[in-house]
């Protein structure tokens, strides 16, 4: 069965910096692409960013510049650096799993995460 665990969100204040890391289990993930959304209230689940196996990654505008992705292929896990931070990323993140890249369409989606919540406060 697989699994993707998220960890690492929390309470940040604004310029702030959490990282991210999500587990993936249940059988290999080294040619999957990897990637990040994200879901404010009332709003719809956002692309944030991805990553290939090889490390080629891809971004969302808003987080360009800010956040970075990695991943660890041993250990079938991938993080999300987030660096100055902002109220307007005050989200649950979640972690998802893919073939078709850039993987910015929630419908590319094999595999998603439960999510954690990321809060900055201003």
């Known amino acids: 069965q697989v699994q993707l665990i998220e960890s690492g969100g929390g309470l940040v204040q604004a310029g702030g910096s959490l990282r991210l890391s999500c587990a993936a289990s249940?059988?290999?993930?080294?040619?999957?692409?990897m990637g990040w959304f994200r879901q404010a209230p009332g709003k719809e689940r956002a692309f944030v960013g991805s990553?290939?196996?090889?490390?080629?990654?891809w971004y969302a505008d808003s987080v360009k510049g800010r956040f970075t992705i990695s991943r660890d292929n041993t250990k079938n896990t991938e993080y999300l650096q987030m660096n100055s931070l902002k109220p307007e990323d005050t989200a649950v993140y979640y972690c998802?799993?893919?073939?078709?890249?850039?993987?910015?369409?929630?419908?590319?989606?094999?595999?998603w995460g439960k999510g954690t919540l990321v809060t900055v406060s201003s």
């Open positions: 998802a799993v893919g073939r078709r890249p850039p993987m910015s369409d929630p419908k590319d989606i094999n595999y």
């Open positions: 249940g059988r290999a993930f080294s040619t999957d692409l």
């Open positions: 990553i290939n196996w090889n490390g080629l990654t």
